[in-house]
Protein backbone atom coordinates (compact mmCIF):
# COMPACT_ATOMS: atom_id res chain seq x y z
CA UNK A 1 0.00 0.00 0.00
CA UNK A 2 1.12 3.33 -1.11
CA UNK A 3 1.89 5.59 2.43
CA UNK A 4 3.61 8.46 3.42
CA UNK A 5 4.46 8.74 7.15
CA UNK A 6 5.56 12.42 8.05
CA UNK A 7 7.67 12.91 11.71
CA UNK A 8 7.14 15.20 13.98
CA UNK A 9 3.33 15.56 13.84
CA UNK A 10 4.17 18.82 15.41
CA UNK A 11 6.50 21.42 16.93
CA UNK A 12 6.85 24.93 18.47
CA UNK A 13 9.81 27.22 17.15
CA UNK A 14 11.44 29.86 18.16
CA UNK A 15 11.29 33.09 15.37
CA UNK A 16 14.70 33.45 13.77
CA UNK A 17 15.45 29.35 14.88
CA UNK A 18 15.43 26.25 12.03
CA UNK A 19 14.07 23.10 11.93
CA UNK A 20 13.84 20.22 10.05
CA UNK A 21 11.09 18.04 9.01
CA UNK A 22 11.06 14.56 7.51
CA UNK A 23 8.89 12.19 5.31
CA UNK A 24 9.40 8.49 4.43
CA UNK A 25 7.64 6.70 2.40
CA UNK A 26 6.56 3.43 0.43
CA UNK A 27 5.29 4.82 -2.71
CA UNK A 28 5.59 3.00 -5.68
CA UNK A 29 6.66 3.73 -8.53
CA UNK A 30 7.96 7.01 -7.62
CA UNK A 31 7.26 9.90 -9.51
CA UNK A 32 8.07 13.32 -7.80
CA UNK A 33 7.58 13.91 -4.28
CA UNK A 34 6.39 17.81 -3.02
CA UNK A 35 6.32 19.64 -0.01
CA UNK A 36 3.21 21.42 0.40
CA UNK A 37 2.12 24.45 3.11
CA UNK A 38 -0.85 24.79 4.21
CA UNK A 39 -2.17 27.26 6.16
CA UNK A 40 -5.29 27.19 8.48
CA UNK A 41 -8.58 26.20 6.47
CA UNK A 42 -6.81 27.22 3.25
CA UNK A 43 -5.76 24.89 -0.17
CA UNK A 44 -1.94 23.58 0.50
CA UNK A 45 0.29 25.64 -1.78
CA UNK A 46 3.44 23.97 -3.30
CA UNK A 47 6.53 24.53 -2.33
CA UNK A 48 9.31 22.49 -3.85
CA UNK A 49 8.90 19.49 -6.28
CA UNK A 50 11.98 16.82 -6.79
CA UNK A 51 12.16 14.31 -9.30
CA UNK A 52 14.13 11.10 -8.79
CA UNK A 53 17.33 12.02 -10.12
CA UNK A 54 17.26 15.49 -7.77
CA UNK A 55 18.33 15.48 -4.53
CA UNK A 56 18.20 18.84 -3.09
CA UNK A 57 15.95 21.96 -4.33
CA UNK A 58 15.49 25.13 -2.11
CA UNK A 59 12.78 27.44 -2.52
CA UNK A 60 14.02 30.97 -0.41
CA UNK A 61 14.19 29.90 3.18
CA UNK A 62 13.08 26.35 2.07
CA UNK A 63 15.44 23.69 1.47
CA UNK A 64 14.05 19.86 0.77
CA UNK A 65 16.22 16.80 0.29
CA UNK A 66 15.11 13.28 -1.55
CA UNK A 67 16.83 9.90 -0.67
CA UNK A 68 15.48 7.92 -3.24
CA UNK A 69 16.92 4.82 -2.24
CA UNK A 70 15.78 5.21 1.43
CA UNK A 71 13.13 6.63 0.06
CA UNK A 72 13.39 9.64 2.60
CA UNK A 73 12.98 13.27 2.17
CA UNK A 74 13.36 16.00 4.61
CA UNK A 75 12.13 19.44 4.57
CA UNK A 76 14.64 22.35 6.43
CA UNK A 77 13.54 25.79 6.94
CA UNK A 78 15.93 28.49 7.67
CA UNK A 79 15.91 31.51 9.91
CA UNK A 80 11.97 31.04 10.88
CA UNK A 81 9.31 33.49 10.70
CA UNK A 82 6.37 33.91 12.32
CA UNK A 83 4.42 33.28 8.74
CA UNK A 84 5.68 29.95 8.48
CA UNK A 85 3.56 28.77 10.79
CA UNK A 86 1.37 26.20 8.98
CA UNK A 87 0.76 22.77 8.13
CA UNK A 88 3.31 21.04 5.78
CA UNK A 89 2.71 17.95 3.79
CA UNK A 90 4.73 16.02 1.92
CA UNK A 91 2.97 14.46 -1.05
CA UNK A 92 4.64 11.72 -3.49
CA UNK A 93 3.22 11.13 -6.88
CA UNK A 94 2.40 7.50 -8.63
CA UNK A 95 1.56 8.13 -12.31
CA UNK A 96 -1.20 10.43 -11.83
CA UNK A 97 -2.39 9.78 -8.36
CA UNK A 98 -0.85 11.73 -4.93
CA UNK A 99 0.07 10.09 -1.77
CA UNK A 100 -0.67 12.86 1.01
CA UNK A 101 1.51 12.79 4.29
CA UNK A 102 -0.66 13.40 7.50
CA UNK A 103 1.34 16.73 7.55
CA UNK A 104 3.37 18.42 10.44
CA UNK A 105 2.26 21.47 12.51
CA UNK A 106 5.10 24.38 12.79
CA UNK A 107 4.41 26.76 15.24
CA UNK A 108 6.58 29.77 15.43
CA UNK A 109 7.01 31.83 18.30
CA UNK A 110 7.73 35.33 18.54
CA UNK B 1 -1.74 35.21 -11.02
CA UNK B 2 -4.25 33.32 -11.48
CA UNK B 3 -5.70 30.90 -9.34
CA UNK B 4 -8.44 27.99 -8.67
CA UNK B 5 -11.69 29.37 -7.54
CA UNK B 6 -14.30 27.54 -5.28
CA UNK B 7 -17.73 28.26 -4.21
CA UNK B 8 -19.37 28.56 -2.24
CA UNK B 9 -16.47 28.48 0.54
CA UNK B 10 -18.98 26.78 2.87
CA UNK B 11 -22.09 25.07 2.58
CA UNK B 12 -24.67 23.55 4.71
CA UNK B 13 -27.25 20.67 4.53
CA UNK B 14 -29.19 18.34 5.78
CA UNK B 15 -28.42 14.72 5.59
CA UNK B 16 -29.48 13.00 2.04
CA UNK B 17 -29.43 15.88 0.28
CA UNK B 18 -27.95 16.36 -2.98
CA UNK B 19 -24.94 18.93 -3.30
CA UNK B 20 -23.06 20.19 -6.14
CA UNK B 21 -19.64 21.61 -5.51
CA UNK B 22 -18.26 23.96 -7.58
CA UNK B 23 -14.66 25.08 -9.28
CA UNK B 24 -12.81 27.01 -11.77
CA UNK B 25 -9.74 25.62 -12.81
CA UNK B 26 -7.06 27.61 -14.06
CA UNK B 27 -7.46 28.48 -17.92
CA UNK B 28 -4.81 27.03 -19.48
CA UNK B 29 -5.06 23.67 -17.21
CA UNK B 30 -6.16 20.38 -19.19
CA UNK B 31 -6.20 18.11 -15.67
CA UNK B 32 -8.10 18.29 -12.81
CA UNK B 33 -8.62 16.71 -9.12
CA UNK B 34 -10.87 16.59 -6.21
CA UNK B 35 -9.76 16.02 -3.22
CA UNK B 36 -11.55 16.17 0.51
CA UNK B 37 -9.76 16.46 4.06
CA UNK B 38 -11.96 15.78 7.42
CA UNK B 39 -11.05 18.04 9.82
CA UNK B 40 -8.04 16.96 11.70
CA UNK B 41 -6.58 14.37 9.02
CA UNK B 42 -4.57 14.01 6.19
CA UNK B 43 -5.60 15.17 2.70
CA UNK B 44 -7.25 12.01 0.79
CA UNK B 45 -7.55 11.77 -3.33
CA UNK B 46 -10.95 11.60 -4.98
CA UNK B 47 -10.97 11.80 -8.22
CA UNK B 48 -8.97 12.71 -11.51
CA UNK B 49 -10.47 14.24 -14.48
CA UNK B 50 -8.88 14.51 -18.17
CA UNK B 51 -10.22 14.89 -21.42
CA UNK B 52 -13.51 15.28 -20.42
CA UNK B 53 -13.25 11.83 -18.47
CA UNK B 54 -12.47 10.53 -15.29
CA UNK B 55 -8.88 8.67 -14.94
CA UNK B 56 -8.31 7.70 -11.96
CA UNK B 57 -10.80 7.45 -8.38
CA UNK B 58 -10.21 6.29 -5.13
CA UNK B 59 -12.36 3.80 -3.30
CA UNK B 60 -14.10 7.09 -1.41
CA UNK B 61 -15.54 8.00 -4.81
CA UNK B 62 -18.55 6.07 -4.83
CA UNK B 63 -21.50 5.83 -6.41
CA UNK B 64 -23.14 8.89 -4.39
CA UNK B 65 -20.28 11.36 -5.79
CA UNK B 66 -19.81 12.16 -9.78
CA UNK B 67 -18.00 14.81 -11.85
CA UNK B 68 -18.72 17.26 -14.32
CA UNK B 69 -17.51 19.34 -16.85
CA UNK B 70 -20.58 21.53 -17.81
CA UNK B 71 -19.40 24.23 -19.64
CA UNK B 72 -15.06 24.24 -20.56
CA UNK B 73 -14.36 26.39 -17.51
CA UNK B 74 -16.23 24.88 -14.72
CA UNK B 75 -15.59 21.70 -12.91
CA UNK B 76 -18.11 20.33 -10.47
CA UNK B 77 -18.38 17.89 -7.81
CA UNK B 78 -21.66 16.19 -7.19
CA UNK B 79 -22.60 14.80 -3.82
CA UNK B 80 -26.10 12.98 -4.51
CA UNK B 81 -26.85 11.71 -0.86
CA UNK B 82 -25.28 13.35 1.78
CA UNK B 83 -24.06 11.58 4.67
CA UNK B 84 -22.90 13.17 7.68
CA UNK B 85 -19.27 11.24 7.40
CA UNK B 86 -18.79 13.62 4.04
CA UNK B 87 -18.79 16.61 6.29
CA UNK B 88 -15.10 17.85 5.41
CA UNK B 89 -13.02 20.31 3.65
CA UNK B 90 -13.21 19.02 0.06
CA UNK B 91 -10.67 21.19 -2.73
CA UNK B 92 -10.19 21.46 -6.34
CA UNK B 93 -7.24 21.38 -7.83
CA UNK B 94 -5.55 21.31 -11.64
CA UNK B 95 -2.73 21.24 -13.20
CA UNK B 96 -1.56 22.33 -16.84
CA UNK B 97 0.56 18.98 -17.79
CA UNK B 98 2.54 16.29 -16.88
CA UNK B 99 3.52 14.62 -14.18
CA UNK B 100 6.42 17.25 -13.03
CA UNK B 101 4.09 20.23 -12.85
CA UNK B 102 2.51 21.45 -10.03
CA UNK B 103 -0.99 21.21 -8.91
CA UNK B 104 -2.81 24.46 -8.01
CA UNK B 105 -5.53 24.22 -5.10
CA UNK B 106 -8.05 26.38 -4.83
CA UNK B 107 -9.19 27.24 -1.40
CA UNK B 108 -11.80 24.66 -0.48
CA UNK B 109 -15.39 24.37 0.38
CA UNK B 110 -16.06 23.80 3.54
CA UNK B 111 -18.71 20.92 3.52
CA UNK B 112 -21.36 20.36 7.16
CA UNK B 113 -23.84 17.98 6.67
CA UNK B 114 -26.49 18.07 9.61
Known amino acids: KNQVEQSPQSLIILEGKNCTLQCNYTV ?39 DADTKQSSLHITASQLSDSASYICVVRNDYKLSFGAGTTVTVRA | EPEVTQTPSHQVTQMGQEVILRCVPISNHLYFYWYRQILGQ ?6 SFYNNEISEK ?15 SNFTLKIRSTKLEDSAMYFCASMRSGSTDTQYFGPGTRLTVL
Open chain 1, 28 to 66: SPFSNLRWYKQDTGRGPVSLTIMTFSENTKSNGRYTATL
Open chain 2, 42 to 47: KVEFLV
Open chain 2, 58 to 72: SEIFDDQFSVERPDG
